[in-house]
């Protein structure tokens, strides 16, 4: 099931306490165009169906990675680009963002966009694994 713009934003913009749609808006934006980065095929097209059109787009047409981000360069990468951020900020960002997008994709999904992702991006998507505690 695809949310809608508002919903999506919405639901961003209470998990992250955000005061603004602007700020939920800057988060989703700049944490799915780090995540397009990292996913391919039929995964990374999946998602994008289950998300509103222009975040699909975002995600579709991503910043292209030299290397994977291993989770904590993921922060670092998030806190760089949304301006006056820091890793701590980026971190609730990230959380607030991916966990949105984890319930737009469901478990299944969710599971196989982890499968493509370095160790520790369960803990970003809101979702530990059970037994991988660090």
């Known amino acids: 099931m695809t949310l809608r713009w508002e919903a999506f934003l919405e639901e961003v913009r209470e998990r992250?306490?955000?005061?603004?749609?602007?700020e939920a808006e800057?988060?989703?934006?700049?944490?799915?165009a780090l995540l397009g980065a990292h996913l391919v095929g039929d995964v990374r097209a999946e998602l994008a169906a289950?998300?509103?059109e222009t975040l699909a787009l975002i995600l579709l047409n991503p910043l292209q990675a030299a290397e994977p981000l291993s989770p904590e360069r993921f922060v670092r990468a998030t806190a760089a680009w949304i301006e006056g951020a820091t890793e701590t900020t980026a971190l609730w960002d990230i959380g607030a963002v991916l966990s949105t997008v984890a319930d737009a994709a469901g478990d299944d999904l969710t599971e196989r966009v982890l499968l493509q992702l370095s160790p520790g991006y369960d803990l970003l998507f809101g979702?530990?694994?059970?037994g991988r505690r660090p």
């Open 127 to 130: 979702r530990p694994q059970p």
């Open 16 to 22: 992250g306490e955000y005061d603004t749609p602007q």
């Open 26 to 32: 800057l988060a989703a934006r700049v944490v799915l």
């Open 50 to 52: 289950r998300l509103p």
